[in-house]
């Protein structure tokens, strides 16, 4: 069970009833039932999210310029900011409605994530060198994670690890840090290019050219320091992202880009959306997949509960520029056109309460 949402109960009870259905709504929410998997009581009863659906958006930021690259973790959505004479890392407190700046250094700082209290982004402060910086949203202290001769793009973050993209050597290769021990280590340094990283617990995943004509995505468990494949299907795999057990990515198979995944404890590959045109960059949350989608002749924001087995609209704006989502667990953010220039918007997720003969007996 990941992410915390909000379920809520609808309708007249007896006070025995009310009271027993209030515990379990309660409960949960607390528990951060984000997936149709049935949570079991010492009761003996069932309760699982049956459907899911979009509520109404919000607006994050509109300031002028353009906002793009938004991350999420808990209640902070982080961002790269135009509005001043190049980018800067901007955030959000959702719980609070307050914006705040995370790093306006000189220069351009770009491609924010967050998990934590720990945002980190790739920074060009040197406009000649990329470099990766954090910053502890619990301490205010800034910190750099690498300023290795060449540059270091893309940064990934889970807990107190941090990878990213490297290429002080020959071509293209995927490190990582340890905040805790202070200390850098390689993940992969194969011949080719590897680069997207993402991250989970212990597990490192990237899209992997060592054959420079196709795109895999590879795998690399820092626990016991093995690789492995993920996906070496014919064409490009590309853009991966992990949660849990599950690891998405844009595949290009088939006649246009779609949307697949893997499951790392059965070992079994899925198609997660196949529709006409390009769907790409997904972003993974529990069990719901959110992407940038092309169905329409647009960019739309499209997700798919893999629990529930059932895909759903986000957000579909009259000018069809949505692009690059992030998701919490209950809340998917992305880019938007639909003004004068790139804003941030948000739209909440509800997971609709499934309840047993027996409770629904209760409570009438």
């Not at 959000?92 to 306006?104: A, M």
Request: hydrophobic share 35%; with cysteine.
């Amino acid at each position: 069970m990941n992410g915390k949402i909000r379920l809520w109960f609808v309708g007249t009870a007896t006070a025995g009833g009310l009271a027993l259905v209030c515990l379990l709504l309660a409960w949960c929410t607390s528990a951060g039932m984000a997936s149709a998997q049935p949570v079991r009581f010492s009761a003996g009863l069932d309760v699982r999210a049956d459907s899911v659906s979009a509520s109404s958006e919000f607006t994050i930021c509109t300031a002028t310029g353009h906002q793009g690259n938004p991350a999420i973790h808990g209640d902070i959505v982080v961002w790269r900011d135009n509005r001043g004479t190049d980018g800067d890392i901007y955030g959000y407190d959702l719980s609070t409605g307050q914006e705040f700046t995370i790093c306006t250094a000189a220069g351009w700082q770009q491609f924010p994530t967050i998990h934590g209290d720990v945002v980190v982004w790739e920074d060009r402060t040197d406009i000649h060198n990329s470099d990766i910086y954090g910053y502890d949203l619990g301490t205010g202290q800034a910190f750099s994670v690498c300023t290795a001769t060449g540059d270091q793009f893309g940064p990934a973050v889970y807990g107190d690890i941090v990878v990213w993209e490297d290429d002080r050597g020959a071509d293209r290769d995927i490190y990582g840090y340890d905040l805790s021990a202070g200390q850098e280590f390689t993940v992969c340094t194969a011949s080719g290019w590897q680069g997207h990283p993402a991250v989970y617990g212990n597990i490192v995943v990237w899209t992997d050219f060592r054959d420079p004509y196709d795109g895999d995505i590879y795998g690399y468990d820092l626990s016991t320091g093995q690789e492995f494949t993920i996906c070496t299907a014919t064409d490009d795999q590309l853009w991966p992202a992990i949660h849990g057990d599950i690891v998405v990515w844009e595949d290009d198979r088939g006649a246009d880009y779609d949307i697949y995944g893997y499951d790392l404890g059965t070992g079994q590959e899925f198609a997660v959306c196949t529709a006409a045109d390009w769907q790409g960059d997904p972003t993974i949350y529990g069990d719901v997949v959110a992407w940038e989608d092309h169905r329409d002749g647009g960019e739309h924001i499209y997700a798919y509960d893999l629990a529930v087995g059932q895909a759903f609209l986000v957000c579909s704006s009259e000018l069809d520029e949505e692009d690059a989502p992030a998701f919490n667990g209950s809340i998917v953010i992305w880019t938007d056109g639909r003004g004068s220039d790139m804003d941030l918007y948000g739209r909440r997720i509800r997971f609709h309460l499934y309840l047993p003969a027996v409770m629904r007996n209760l409570a009438a």
